[in-house]
C-alpha cells in the first residue's frame, strides 16, 4: 500500500507539471470540433497560450528564471518549425494571420510546453544529478543532436551515433528525485526514452487534432510511425541538458 500511495504522490506532481501540455491539448480538442468565432483557430491556438503563459507566471507557478528558458525553447521549437515545414517534413494546413513562413506561432508552445513540464517537474520532485559530465561535452553533444535535426536533409543521418554518445557519455549519470519523503533514482538514460515515449503518445494525439500534419496523414489520420520516438528522444535530450545546465549554472551564481 505505500508503493500504491507513492505511486500516486509521483503521478499528481507529474500531472501537475503537465499543466501546460494538457492546456494546449485540450485547446486543440475543443478548437477541432467547436469553431471560434472571428479568428482562424490558429490564431485563437496562440491567444490561448498567450494568456495561460501570463497566468501561470502571475499565479507564481513559474519563475522568471523558467520563463526564461521557456522562451529560449519557443525560439529553437519555432526555428526547427520553419525549416522542417520548408522541406516538406510537415505542414500546417489550415489558415492563420499569425503565422511565420507557413508555421504559426503558436507551434512554438508546443515546445515551450516540453520546457515547461521538465521545469515544473524539476522543482516539484526536487531532481538532483548524480555523477553529471563535464560542461563543454554536455554542450557539444546537445549542439550535435540539434544541428542534426537540419543537416541530416543534406548530409547522412547520425542520429544512432548521437544515440550511442548518449549512452556513453551518460551511462553513469543517474537523476535522483524526491517523492513524498523518499528519494529515488533512475539512470538518466532510461528517463530521456521514458519522456521521448510519451511525447510521441501525444504528437499522435496533437496530429488527431489537427495540431500539424504529415504527408501520409493529408487523406485521412494514421498513427505517427514509431521511428518517430528516436527524433522525440533525441529532443528531450536537448531539452534536459539546456535545463540541466542552466539550474547547474544558477545553482553556483
Excluded at 489550415?94 to 522543482?123: H, I, T
Excluded at 551518460?170 to 539512470?187: A, H, I, K, L, Q
Excluded at 528516436?230 to 531539452?239: A, G, H, P, Q, T
Aim: proline share 4%.
Amino acid at each position: 500500500m505505500n508503493a500504491f500511495r507513492q505511486l500516486i504522490r509521483f503521478g499528481w506532481q507529474q500531472a501537475l507539471s503537465c499543466l501546460f501540455p494538457v492546456v494546449i491539448f485540450t485547446s486543440l480538442a475543443i478548437t477541432k470540433f467547436i469553431p471560434l468565432p472571428l479568428l482562424p483557430r490558429y490564431d485563437w491556438l496562440l491567444i490561448i497560450c498567450l494568456v495561460m503563459q501570463w497566468w501561470m507566471m502571475r499565479s507564481g507557478l513559474e519563475t522568471k528564471d523558467e520563463l526564461k528558458v521557456i522562451t529560449l525553447f519557443h525560439l529553437i521549437g519555432l526555428a526547427l518549425e520553419v525549416f522542417k515545414v520548408h522541406m516538406g517534413s510537415w505542414s500546417y494546413p489550415e489558415a492563420g494571420y499569425f503565422k511565420l513562413f507557413g508555421v504559426p506561432l503558436y507551434s512554438g508552445f508546443m515546445y515551450a510546453s516540453v520546457a515547461s513540464y521538465l521545469c515544473q517537474a524539476w522543482r516539484r520532485l526536487n531532481v538532483e544529478l548524480v555523477n553529471w559530465p563535464p560542461f563543454w561535452l554536455v554542450v557539444t553533444l546537445a549542439t550535435a543532436i540539434y544541428l542534426n535535426f537540419f543537416t541530416h536533409h543534406f548530409w547522412i543521418d547520425v542520429r544512432w551515433w548521437l544515440s550511442v554518445g548518449v549512452i556513453i557519455i551518460f551511462w553513469r549519470t543517474w537523476v535522483s528525485y524526491e517523492v513524498g519523503d523518499r528519494r529515488y533514482r533512475m539512470p538518466l538514460a532510461l528517463s530521456f526514452v521514458l519522456i521521448g515515449f510519451f511525447i510521441w503518445i501525444a504528437e499522435n494525439i496533437a496530429t488527431f487534432f489537427g495540431a500539424w500534419q504529415y504527408p501520409n496523414q493529408t487523406a485521412t489520420w494514421s498513427l505517427v510511425h514509431v521511428g518517430k520516438v528516436s527524433s522525440w528522444l533525441l529532443l528531450v535530450i536537448v531539452s534536459f541538458l539546456i535545463v540541466a545546465v542552466l539550474k547547474r549554472v544558477k545553482g553556483q551564481q
